[in-house]
């Protein structure tokens, strides 16, 4: 299921990156990598503030539809 539907507070685990190798690039820069744990903190108008690896990342729904738990 893709990032987006998971609620706050929730840690799940990343199964898969969608998308083009450059979006993939970048999502793993900021950390979001296949095995890595990432904690929904809150969701605001669809858009996911989100914990990994100790950072907190704002995401928009577009970016975070791409990450699949």
Do not use: Q, W
């Amino acid at each position: 299921m893709p990032l987006t539907m998971a609620l706050p507070g929730e840690k799940m685990s990343i199964k898969k990156i969608t998308g083009k190798d450059d979006t993939k690039r970048h999502l793993e820069s900021l950390g979001f990598i296949v095995g890595e744990y990432v904690t929904v903190v809150a969701e605001l108008a669809g858009n996911l503030i989100l914990n990994v690896k100790g950072s907190r990342i704002a995401l928009d729904k577009a970016m975070a539809h791409r990450i699949i738990i």
